[in-house]
């Protein structure tokens, strides 16, 4: 955490915004700005359905309006989502994102980014899984 703070001091700022060029150090802040421009918001407030970019967002929202506070322990991490930023999309398992863009977003930048080696574990873990569901598909018709 504390090289992650330093580099925000940095002059050089590795990580452009395609959008209007602004830079970032680190690809998580570039990432939680380019939702600025897209529109995506993937946390959504069960009470009043209002969305946000970021979970603390939400969580602040939650008990500033709503009156929910959140029952995390000290240091507890919380379950994380896999969202795709090309459509929002928002799944429980990074294998359920791949699956989703592959299918929905095959030209997106995420394919091309996600490492040969992340895309052969999950090609492994997925095949089964798919050949189940086409076998499926086979006796339906």
């Not at 700005?33 to 970021?54: D, L, M, S, W």
């Not at 999309?89 to 863009?101: F, R």
């Amino acid at each position: 955490m504390l090289n992650r703070h330093v580099k925000c001091h940095s002059q050089v700022k590795r990580h452009l915004c395609t959008f209007c060029g602004k830079g970032f150090n680190d690809t998580f802040d570039l990432k939680r700005h380019v939702r600025t421009h897209t529109g995506i918001r993937p946390y959504k407030c069960e009470v009043c359905n209002k969305a946000f970019t970021q979970r603390c967002s939400l969580e602040s929202h939650l008990k500033k309006i709503h009156g929910v506070q959140q029952q995390y322990a000290y240091k507890q991490r919380r379950d994380k989502l896999y969202v795709c930023e090309d459509c929002g999309y928002t799944g429980p398992t990074q294998e359920d994102l791949y699956l989703h863009v592959s299918s929905a977003h095959p030209s997106s930048a995420f394919l091309k980014k996600t490492s040969k080696k992340l895309a052969a574990v999950l090609q492994n873990k997925l095949s089964p899984v798919l050949q189940r569901n086409s076998k499926d598909d086979d006796k339906d018709e």
